[in-house]
């Protein structure tokens, strides 16, 4: 499985991005958005699960941002609204294959494809 996160860049606050995570090889995986600011550990921010039936967004992000997916395109969309200058990360895509236990999706290990990060940058 290959993964290829795209659509990031640089936004004034309270601006808009889409990002875009392209799967290919296997499909219908449960897929997680991940950021990591310079100097500290990744965190997490969206999960949504192969159906698209179950979504999970982390506190600093609920309400603003809105991930989807296109299973047709083995694709999936974090949708990010009233951008702030804390959200200034790299935005990291993951994978998980097979069955999920939802509440344990907000951490790294959980998931077993990455793709490359795209650069968020909110300016103030």
Known sequence: VQLQA???????????????????????LTVGWFRQAPGRERE???????SGSRISYAD??????????????NTVYLQMNSLKP???AVY???AKNGQVIMSAMNRPGAYDYWGQGTQVTVSS
């Open 6 to 28: 795209s659509g990031g860049g640089l936004v004034q606050a309270g601006g808009s991005l889409r990002l875009s995570c392209a799967a290919s090889g296997r499909t219908f």
């Open 44 to 50: 997490w921010v969206s999960t949504i699960i192969r």
């Open 60 to 73: 600093s992000v609920k309400g603003r941002f809105t991930i989807s997916r296109d299973n047709a395109k």
């Open 86 to 88: 804390e959200d200034t």
């Open 92 to 94: 990291y895509c993951a």
